[in-house]
């Protein structure tokens, strides 16, 4: 096998198929928010709306180890065909669910499919483009998170402004069938054929056991009260079979996660540095427009423009990574990532004590760019480390602990922000409260960012030339 990169006149088709395919995931994640009054309003079930979220992070979150490993066996391209047409798939039916319950399910099949696309996408960055190359073009797929997060809630806003909420999801259909021609046309791999034993127990032990933690972990104080039966018994389930997965995958002869995954010290710092990515971005996101609106009483639009900042300072450090990691190499890089975030974090803490959008908004910004310099340098490093055979696996594990660590940072800043406003009268309204609230929740999320740079600092070196040469494709993995 040899690395195959093909013309680069032709990898730009295939870098826009890419994007577009992310931007499905992106978008999706954000467009209902606008418009669940118009759906509630429609078919009904306030009450459980916010499955709609929970059920497809959850779906997309539990399958991305299985469609990685998957990758690596039978090759990237048959696994984002599939996952594009299921996300198809559950688009359409989205647009035709008659009440709730169906719409959670639909959503759902949204998210399985949703769980091939990113990490597929990342490996086949990781396939296609030098090591020089990969931090820009992870660049451009971080630039398309920063456009869907003001894409998404405003198209959601105009389909409910003239209640066409269906449409949030017919609209899927034409961006899934070119993206998946794109793909189908343009990329071309020639894996070897060779016999293979799926560890089908391993996939179905992983699935269900992350999915009841998960569960419990989301709905743990919020649904339920930590210590209620429910939880207690969803969390005990989740944690035995999760014992009964790591019995069985000592014995699988091609273990859907590998246990080398999780053991070589590479790895397992980019995994833990990848998890307090994940902690620290959802606290930001879930709280940084809501404490600019309510201390300074900027309007919502004003206050998501400041979290905006976030997502344009990261593509932006994420393009100049690739320039640092080449000259001083991945840990310097990382770790500069990782000493940006404790600092932009422990100020926005302290902005707290008087709030001003526009200090929030150079925060952000700042904080986006130790997000691109640290995990785009981390990711790009644990990809060079392992050979094509490898790859899918390291990239879903990466972007496996990333989920992860944004569902146990979401329940537990939030756990800790509602203990400070009980703590402080009970009303989130009130600037002080909030102030109190989002200060504590800031204090978390720079204690995230010390954790991350001491992962940072724990990383091992990576010799370059050893990075450059590591990475292996099929010979006919490359742009068509």
């Not at 459980?48 to 991305?64: K, R």
């Not at 990574?321 to 840990?331: D, M, N, Q, T, V």
């Not at 978390?444 to 030339?465: F, K, S």
Request: charged share 10%.
């Amino acid at each position: 096998m040899s690395t195959a990169v093909g013309f680069r006149s032709e990898r730009g088709p295939l870098l826009l198929a890419m994007m577009l395919a992310t931007g499905l995931v992106a978008i999706d994640s954000t467009v209902i928010a606008t418009a669940v009054p118009s759906i509630v309003a429609d078919i009904g079930g306030f009450t459980s709306f916010p499955w709609l979220f929970s059920i497809y992070l959850l779906a997309s979150a539990v399958t991305v180890p299985i469609y990685a490993k998957l990758a690596d066996l039978f090759g990237r391209k048959p696994l984002i065909l599939w996952g594009i047409s299921v996300f198809l798939l559950g688009s359409i039916l989205c647009g035709f669910a008659w009440d709730m319950p169906s719409l959670i399910v639909f959503r759902a099949i949204q998210g399985i499919g949703a769980g091939a696309i990113l990490p597929i996408v990342i490996t086949m960055v990781g396939d296609i483009y030098t090591l020089e190359e990969r931090a820009r073009v992870q660049g451009y797929m971080a630039s398309v998170w920063a456009i869907a997060a003001v894409v998404g809630p405003t198209l959601g806003g105009v389909f409910a402004q003239f209640d066409l909420w269906r449409g949030i999801f017919f609209i899927n259909i034409p961006l899934c069938l070119l993206a998946g021609w794109m793909i189908w046309s343009r990329f071309r791999e020639k894996v070897e054929p060779r016999q293979h034993r799926i560890d089908y127990a391993g996939a179905a032990l992983l699935s269900v056991s992350v999915t009841l933690l998960l569960l419990g972990v989301l709905q743990g104080g919020t649904g339920w009260a930590w210590d209620s039966p429910q939880s207690l018994a969803v969390l005990g389930a989740g944690a035995l079979l999760l014992v009964a997965f790591v019995l069985v995958e000592r014995r699988a002869a091609e273990p859907i996660l590998p246990f080398w995954a999780l053991s070589r010290r590479l790895l397992w710092t980019t995994n833990l540095l990848g998890f307090c990515v994940g902690a620290v971005l959802i606290g930001l996101t879930a709280y940084v427009p809501t404490f600019l609106t309510v201390t300074t009483g900027a309007e919502p639009i004003a206050a998501g423009l400041a979290l905006g900042a976030l997502t344009i300072g990261w593509p932006l450090a994420a393009t100049i990574a690739g320039r640092l990691y080449l000259r001083f190499g991945f840990r310097p890089t990382t770790i500069l990532g990782a000493a940006l975030l404790v600092v932009s974090t422990a100020g926005l803490a302290l902005s707290t004590f008087s709030p001003s959008i526009w200090v929030v908004a150079g925060l952000c910004f700042l904080i986006g760019a130790g997000f691109g310099f640290a995990a785009v340098s981390s990711l790009v490093a644990a990809q060079s480390s392992v050979d094509w055979s490898e790859r899918g696996v390291v990239t879903g594990t990466q972007l496996f602990s990333r989920s992860i660590g944004q569902s146990i940072g979401a329940a537990a800043l939030g756990a800790v922000a509602n203990a400070v406003i009980l703590a402080n009268g009970g009303d989130e309204t009130i600037p002080s409260t909030m102030e109190a609230a989002a200060g504590a929740v800031f204090l978390g999320g720079a204690i995230g960012a010390a954790v991350l740079l001491v992962a940072a600092i724990a990383m091992p070196r990576v010799p370059l030339v050893a990075a450059e040469g590591s990475p292996e494709a099929p010979p006919e993995a490359a742009p068509a």
